[in-house]
């Protein structure tokens, strides 16, 4: 056993997605294309738990491997894991192999499913990456899927063009300056890594790319686009051990606005998925409050809002997107009832939108408990604000579940149910939702240390030890 750990399961994590992609490419059939991609995102989810495994055993899951080709090639491990990056990969395998599994045979016809091999293996690299560079290149890359999917179909792109190369130049602008060592440079590459983030994370006013994405790609490269939360990955790593106060309060201040905004847009949405994109950004907006206001409690809650969003959020995504596949796009401007005709879809989504609000009992319980407590310590103020928004939101979820399957009757000649591979996706995120909330010390235990971490790694004034070490540097 200790032998199988000792291999880099983090690489093979990282390479297998591309022989995948590279194998379903090859392959005539859309039917045949999603088998060969659902055992590639299988495989690569069970290499994801060995990396984890192996990390929670002590044995380095990369570089100390005399079989880690970037040890043999560069002499040091070019990905490496952390308290603060172990759960996420797994995390990000489960997702997309969730999602394939979920996807309709009536849209594998129009789903690249080596584009999605492609893009998981850019993602997992992405929240492995060991040098802040080789993390912004994937940042970059992570942004090219989606944008070939939408000329692909023929919808626009400026939109997201526009903020995508907003971000980008923001934050390359921004590390540079950062890493010149120029203490003049500090206060203008901490506003240009603000201003990137806020981008990155669709904070008001900058959040247009987002329900633009979600109306306009398929539902699925959109939901493994947003879903993830790579904004937050990308401030822990460039903007937390370096920035001054100034920066994250500002940040918070973006980022609260934006939960309340985002989540009474998405009460009064007329459509399915700006409500879902609403939704998720008010979402998101509350774990970079929580990430912002730099206490051990309030980064723990955040860490541990982060998971819980992106799971009972991608349930919903599923269940929405699974809804489409049988009635088309759905309109919110009257009552559909659904109900008769899908009622396992119902009880999914209500399931995983109150799990998203943090209803208790859910996962997300405990992590809007652990916000709140952390808040309030700081400004009771925001603790109300954060409240307010979880309400509308709340209100969102309820409405949106009465319109869609409830209201009124339908007949169908034809059964409508739930498959079996949708009912398995949507019941594996159920079940870590509601485990989560039942039985949360390991995950919370994890998390604090992941906080404990990241504080450690910045000074009491936001910056450096050693103004003239990076941050990267910075021990």
């Known amino acids: 056993m200790n ?17 995948g992609a590279l194998c379903t490419a090859c392959v005539r059939g859309a039917i045949a294309a999603s088998r060969w991609c659902l055992t590639f995102a299988g495989a690569t989810l069970v290499c994801t738990l060995l990396m984890g495994l192996a990390a929670a055993n002590g044995v380095s899951p990369t570089g100390d491997s005399p079989y880690s080709l970037s040890h043999q090639l560069l002499g040091s491990a070019l990905f490496e894991i952390d308290d603060l990056s172990t759960p996420l990969l797994p995390l990000v395998a489960l997702l997309h192999f969730l999602t394939v599994l979920a996807t309709a045979r009536t849209k594998m016809a129009r789903v690249s499913f080596s584009g999605m091999l492609i893009s998981e293996s850019i993602r997992l690299a992405l929240f492995a990456s060991k040098s802040p560079w080789l993390l912004i290149v994937f940042l970059a890359l992570n942004t090219v899927p989606a944008y070939i999917e939408l ?20 934050l390359i602008s921004g590390w540079a300056c950062a890493s010149s060592g120029e203490s ?43 879903t993830p939360i790579t904004g ?16 994250l309060q500002s940040i918070s201040l973006f980022s609260l606005i934006t939960a309340v905004y985002a989540a009474g847009m998405s009460v009064v949405q007329r459509d399915a998925r700006r409500f879902f994109a609403y939704a998720f950004l008010s979402h998101a907006s509350l774990i970079l409050v929580g990430l912002e206001l730099h ?4 980064l723990t809650g955040a860490l541990c809002l982060w998971i819980s969003v992106a799971l009972s959020v991608t349930g919903l995504g599923i269940t929405l997107r699974a809804v489409e596949a049988r009635f ?3 309109s919110l401007d009257r009552y559909h009832g659904l109900y008769d005709d899908s009622p396992a879809l119902a009880v999914c989504f209500l399931l995983t939108g109150l799990g998203s609000v943090g209803f208790p009992g859910t996962l997300g319980f405990v992590a809007a408990e652990l916000l709140v407590d952390g808040v309030i310590n700081v400004n009771p ?5 954060i409240a307010l928004a979880a309400a509308l939101n709340g209100i969102a979820i309820v409405r949106v579940f009465f319109l869609i399957f409830t209201g009124t009757r339908r007949v169908s000649a ?16 159920a079940a870590l939702i509601l485990g989560g909330g039942l039985s949360p010390q390991f995950g919370v235990n994890s998390r604090h240390r992941a906080a404990e971490s990241v504080l450690h790694h910045t000074g009491s004034d936001g910056l450096p030890h050693d103004p003239h070490e990076t941050p990267t540097q910075t021990e």
Do not use: Q
């Open 328 to 330: 088309g796009r759905i």
């Open 295 to 298: 206490t051990a409690i309030s």
């Open 3 to 19: 032998d199988l750990l000792t291999l880099p399961w983090l690489e093979i994590s990282i390479l297998l997605p591309l022989v």
């Open 381 to 385: 103020y925001i603790g109300i604000v």
């Open 184 to 226: 003049a440079l500090v206060d203008l590459a901490a506003l240009l890594l603000l201003a990137a983030i806020l981008v990155r994370s669709g904070t008001v006013p900058v959040h247009l790319w987002v329900p633009d994405l979600i109306e306009n790609c398929s539902f699925g490269t959109a939901l493994l686009f947003v």
């Open 232 to 247: 937050v990955y990308a401030a822990v790593r460039l903007v937390l051990p370096f920035v001054p106060d100034w920066a």
């Open 414 to 429: 034809i059964s409508l149910g739930i498959t079996s591979r949708e009912r398995f996706a949507v019941l594996t995120l």
């Open 151 to 170: 000329v692909k179909r023929r919808r626009p792109t400026r939109v997201y063009v526009l903020h995508m190369a907003l971000f980008l130049v923001l």
